[in-house]
């Protein structure tokens, strides 16, 4: 098998390798991955962008509930691979509602799930790949289920309205 050096900044490194570790996955596999998607989309298998205000290293993997998301589909689906490119519009809008600390996430092969409490009400939020700009929201009141449906742009506001 061919070996492939690469330099880079011991910051880099340092941040990487941590966060790899915490993703369990180790530097080599995370090169592997990143090397086998280019292959496979014929260019860099991520948007080179950075929002305006944003720090480098401010990225969606810092998000802990992701993190564990992610170790929990590796154990139970045993795979080593989740593209979070496609679930990564979902999680930029999640980030406007102020309930990160009641978050839990479950991945799947075409949807991501989310928990949470917001405002004193339980609510699951499903985003299905296929629909990219719609999620559905789920509640529960009085014993009775209700369904919303709403573009990734007005998640708070429906939150907000049921």
């Not at 944003?54 to 993190?67: D, R, S, T, W, Y």
């Not at 080593?80 to 980030?95: G, N, T, V």
């Not at 799930?113 to 009400?121: A, I, Q, T």
């Not at 939020?125 to 009085?142: M, P, T």
Request: hydrophobic fraction near 40%; proline fraction near 2%; aromatic fraction near 10%.
């Amino acid at each position: 098998m061919p070996t492939i050096q690469i330099r880079t900044d011991d910051k880099t490194k340092t941040a990487s390798a941590a966060l790899f570790d915490k993703l369990g996955i180790t530097m080599s596999e995370a090169i592997n991955l990143f090397l086998r998607q280019s292959v496979m989309r014929g260019g860099i298998p991520f948007t080179l962008t950075l929002t305006e205000g944003q720090e480098p290293n401010a990225g969606i993997l810092e998000n802990e509930f992701l993190i564990d998301a992610l170790k929990r589909y590796k154990s139970v689906n045993l795979k080593d691979y989740y593209d979070i490119a496609k679930i990564e519009p979902f999680l930029r809008a999640l980030e406007t509602v102020d309930s990160k600390k009641s978050m839990r996430i479950t991945l799947q092969e075409k949807a991501a799930k989310v928990r949470l409490n917001f405002k004193g009400k339980d609510y699951v939020l499903d985003y299905n790949f296929e629909e990219a700009d719609n999620v559905f929201i789920l509640a529960r009141k009085d014993d009775k289920l209700f369904v919303k449906d709403c573009k990734l742009s007005n998640i708070l506001e429906t939150l907000g309205s049921f």
